[in-house]
């Protein structure tokens, strides 16, 4: 594909619905990233993915969010019992890279704005 | 603690001038630091990295200084255009040359024609 693209781009969930983020990365990407960005912020790193492996899941600020990578392509970025605080921007990243302490360029989706009443 | 700053007011500027970015962190030792750019409803777009062990570098009207002493990376845009404005983030590892850069909030960039 032409870019990384996410689904939906915009999701509006009440409070304490489970919600699903998709993302489809550039097609032979090895590196998959989710990232929260709350407005007026950078984003901040949630997760990484090496093919199916998730090597670093530091980010995710409980366990109610879980994300997958089964297959080594499209990724999931599950949130469950959604609550306020978790409205933001998520985005979906990839890149080529296939070793993890490299400076491997970045691709960014355009992410799902999350919104939680 | 450890901090990456970033003007969160918006910088305005008259078409055909240099804008120039300021990105200030402390208590870190990065192995590199980058910028992107990012447009209203769209994710960030890498524009240039530099790296601990180089002063500055060039992408055609872009320039990048990283000052490790500072503690100071410059973003320039020469000879701006409206087409420019936008929000620039810096961003930087935290861990000895991680694949993770941490992001600063940004700056917004207007170019006034």
Redesign the interface.
């Known amino acids: 594909g032409a870019g990384?693209s996410q689904s939906p781009r915009y999701k509006v969930a009440k409070r304490g619905q489970d919600v699903a983020l998709r993302c489809d990365p550039i097609s032979g990407h090895v590196?998959l990233?989710w990232y929260q960005q709350a407005l007026?912020?950078?984003?901040?790193?949630l997760t990484?993915f090496q093919n199916e492996a998730q090597l670093?899941k530091s980010g995710l600020p409980s366990d109610r969010f879980f994300a997958e990578r089964p297959e080594g392509s499209v990724s999931t970025l599950k949130i469950q019992r959604t609550q306020q605080e978790d409205s933001a921007v998520y985005?979906c990243?990839s890149?080529l890279?296939s070793?993890?302490?490299?400076?491997?360029?970045?691709?960014?989706?355009?992410?799902t704005r999350l919104t939680v009443l | 603690s450890q901090k990456?700053e970033q003007n969160?007011e918006a910088l305005n500027i008259q078409e055909g001038k240099t804008a120039t970015l300021t990105c200030n962190y402390t208590n870190y030792s990065p192995a590199?630091l980058?910028w992107y750019r990012q447009d209203p409803?769209?994710?960030?777009?890498?524009l240039l990295?530099i790296r601990e062990n180089e002063k500055e570098k060039r992408k055609e009207r872009l320039k990048v200084t990283f000052d490790t002493t500072l503690k100071q990376s410059l973003f320039h845009i020469t000879a701006s255009q409206p087409a420019d404005s936008a929000t620039y983030?810096c961003?930087l590892?935290t861990s000895g040359?991680?694949?993770?850069?941490?992001?600063?909030?940004?700056t917004s960039l207007i170019v006034h024609p």
């Open positions: 990384v590196s990233f007026g912020q950078g984003p901040e790193f990484y670093d985005l990243a890149s890279a070793t993890g302490r490299t400076t491997d360029t970045q691709y960014f989706g355009p992410g | 990456i969160s590199y980058q409803g769209r994710g960030p777009v890498f990295l983030l961003a590892d040359g991680s694949y993770i850069p941490t992001f600063g909030r940004g």
